[in-house]
């Protein structure tokens, strides 16, 4: 069986005048439904240009997309603006990161959510704000009726986040993208949503990308887990895999820098030295070489070459992008890291 | 709402008091003698103060404006207790030094000649503005929007009395299409009313069109940026749904507060227009009594302007709550 989203070599390049801004290079990933897939990575890694190439929001700006994208026998960057236009909302829908900018400040949450529905659906307005209200109540707004006639910025911030996700799951949509549905907000509303998305999830069906840079939201919430860096994807497997035994040094960078209860107060936190790369300025061969510990390991390959994405044993759907052999990692990891974990 | 609305006309109403006594003191201190002025030629010192006598002038300032207030609530009689004694009923805003009208009247003569360009003109600049804004830019960076921005800067820098005097000159002087601008009653003769009132509107629109051309491009450009567009757009909503119903709804709000605030100003008197094709509206009005001292024209047609300022300040303030759900009127 095919899964519902498949992307296939998938790259988009800004063209800016201080050069091509490679945004993402060839990535790959499929979601089947009913799974969820993590996206994780630092700010400008090109988590949030990917979902907004897989709803085709690219079309008709500067971004030269590449590679392929299938979302339900449907391929997104060939077809044109109409066709995609026709799956947004209906198939696949999208959750955004700041609520209240991304909600209409004119236009009440019940308006934006019938007009949501009223888009693909052959119904009457007052079917639709009907819709909006049965949304609401099962995302868990109170007393929906009278709330539908309120305004975004009447709602509290945990609120908005819900009426963004009545929105998204107003048709019904196989696909959902959310794009650090959690960030702005607190951690007991964070913990709220993300099991409101999974209820969601349980009763429709629906496969859901989850992008975001907090490793414990994935590891709770997700299936699988795709690691990226500058533009690329530097892991990808499923969450057990990959929190069990991560292969990159970004992966083991990111967990040893969680802080444990257990630990020492005094130590000062760990973290990985350096900072993300500029996209216009990509460090030369692996993105990573200038931060990553074990840079000397291969000798001078790390800064000359990229290193290709391969599974990490014959057969294995748990990939890697580095250098060093899954021997040397293995033990890498078992002495250095995971004494740390 | 209501409170709010009730505590703007009040204080609207003491903003005009106060003009009309900066109005006051300015003749007051001003070194000519509206006196001297109205006695002409053949003047001696005898006439002069009883023309002194009979316009109140000989009053000290708190005094002749103390009853010209009074004239605006209850009305007033000039020289009581005389056998020359008239009474103007309120509203009362006296009478012409130089045509001994009364100023209400003249006002109310001049005004419909102001509302017919202001109107008009008003019209014409929102449907040219903001289509060719629009379209600009929808069309941003193309050559539909280089040309429309550029036609609009060199129109925006353009001024009035160039612009008056050389469509005049072409379609009134050469081209004989359209007659002498000026005003008839629209109610009597429609057809000459509104050939008078082309070249005005065009003038006019020429100029401010240009203006609102740039200020709908640029709202509805930084508009397209925002989240709630890319929102519009995730919900699968037609390109043409989401400019109409998303962009331009979001940055109609900018336009209309400019729009309130130039159509008010502008019925104050479309001074330079008015005075650059002769056409007898408030404006006209008001640089002739100038020029003439007569100031309970001056003070007329300065409370007229005001007057329509500070409503248009108000009704766009109250618009603005209906416009911006955010904008709550305490």
């Not at chain 1, 209409?104 to 019938?114: E, R």
């Not at chain 1, 294995?316 to 021997?327: I, K």
């Not at chain 2, 202001?118 to 019209?123: H, L, N, R, T, Y």
């Not at chain 2, 020029?291 to 309970?296: A, E, I, K, T, W």
Request: glycine content about 8%.
């Amino acid at each position: 069986m095919s899964a519902f989203l498949e992307v296939k070599n998938l790259s988009v390049v800004f063209p800016t005048e201080d050069g091509r801004v490679q945004a993402v290079d060839s990535l790959s990933f499929s979601v089947e439904k009913g799974k969820t897939l993590g996206i994780v990575g630092e700010s400008g890694s090109g988590k949030s240009v990917t979902s907004l190439s897989i709803l085709g929001l690219q079309k008709g700006t500067r971004a030269e997309v590449t590679g392929e994208i299938w979302v339900d026998g449907t391929e997104i960057v060939s077809a044109n603006e109409d066709e995609v236009r026709k799956l947004r909302g209906k198939s696949m829908a999208m959750i955004f990161q700041d609520a209240l900018a991304a909600l209409h400040p004119y236009y009440t949450v019940g308006h934006q959510i019938a007009e949501a529905y009223l888009v693909h659906n052959k119904v009457s307005k007052k079917q639709a704000l009907a819709r909006a209200v049965e949304m609401l109540d099962r995302v868990g707004i109170p007393e929906p009726h009278k709330r539908i006639n309120d305004y975004p910025h009447q709602f509290s911030g945990g609120m908005r986040q819900r009426a963004m996700i009545a929105m998204a799951l107003s048709c019904n949509p196989s696909l959902l993208i959310a794009d650090e549905p959690t960030t702005a907000l607190d951690v007991t509303v964070q913990a709220q949503i993300l099991e409101l998305l999974r209820d969601l999830q349980k009763e429709f069906g629906t496969a859901i990308i989850l992008i975001t840079h907090d490793l414990g939201v994935v590891a709770e919430t997700a299936d699988d887990i795709l690691l990226m860096y500058a533009g690329k994807q530097i892991e990808y497997g499923t969450v057990r895999d990959v929190l069990q035994i991560p292969q990159h040094p970004y992966a083991w960078g990111l967990l040893t820098s969680i802080p444990r209860l257990t630990g020492d107060p005094n130590l000062p936190l760990t973290a990985i030295q350096g900072t993300p790369p500029s996209l216009i300025s990509v460090p030369s061969g692996c993105a990573f070489n200038p931060r990553c510990n074990y840079v000397d390991q291969v000798g001078t390959l790390c800064a000359s070459s990229v290193p290709d994405l391969l599974p990490i044993a014959q057969g294995q759907s748990h990939y890697v992008r580095c250098h060093m052999n899954p021997a040397l990692r293995e033990s890498i990891f078992t002495t250095q890291v995971r004494p740390h974990l | 709402m209501l409170k709010y609305t009730l505590r703007r006309i009040v204080s609207g109403t003491l903003v005009l008091g106060i003009v009309s006594a900066i109005v006051f003191s300015i003749f007051y201190i001003l070194p000519a003698d509206p006196a001297r002025l109205a006695c002409g030629k053949s003047c001696t010192p005898e006439l002069v103060q009883r023309i002194q006598v009979a316009l109140e002038l000989d009053q000290p300032l708190a005094v002749q404006y103390g009853r010209f207030i009074k004239g605006i609530f209850v009305g007033r009689t000039y020289l009581a207790n005389t056998d020359a004694a008239r009474t103007c009923s309120a509203p009362c805003l006296g009478y012409s030094y130089q045509t001994d009208l009364p100023v209400r009247q003249l006002l109310m003569d001049r005004l419909p000649a102001t509302l017919s360009i202001a109107v008009g003109a008003s019209i014409l600049w929102l449907l040219i503005g903001l289509s060719s804004g629009i379209i600009s830019a929808l069309r941003r960076g193309t050559w539909i929007d280089r040309t429309s921005q550029g036609f609009a800067l060199a129109a925006a820098s353009l001024q009035i009395y160039f612009v008056g005097l050389i469509l005049q000159f072409i379609f009134v002087d050469k081209l004989a299409w359209l007659p002498m601008p000026g005003y008839s009653s629209p109610f009597e003769y429609p057809l000459d009313w509104a050939k008078q009132m082309v070249l005005p509107w065009v003038t006019l629109a020429f100029l401010l069109s240009a203006i609102y051309s740039r200020l709908t491009r640029s709202g509805m450009i930084e508009t397209m940026g925002e989240d709630f567009v890319r929102t519009a757009r995730a919900k699968g909503l037609s390109s043409r749904d989401v400019n109409i119903k998303h962009v331009l709804r979001a940055a109609m709000t900018p336009i209309v507060t400019v729009f309130g605030l130039d159509l008010g100003s502008l019925l104050g008197g479309a001074v330079i227009t008015e005075y650059v094709f002769n056409i007898p509206g408030l404006g006209k009005l008001a640089t002739e009594a100038v020029s003439n001292l007569d100031l309970p024209v001056v003070t007329g047609t300065v409370l007229f302007a005001a007057f329509f300022i500070i409503t248009a300040n108000i009704v766009v303030d109250l618009l603005y709550s209906v416009l911006d759900p955010k904008v709550r009127l305490t």
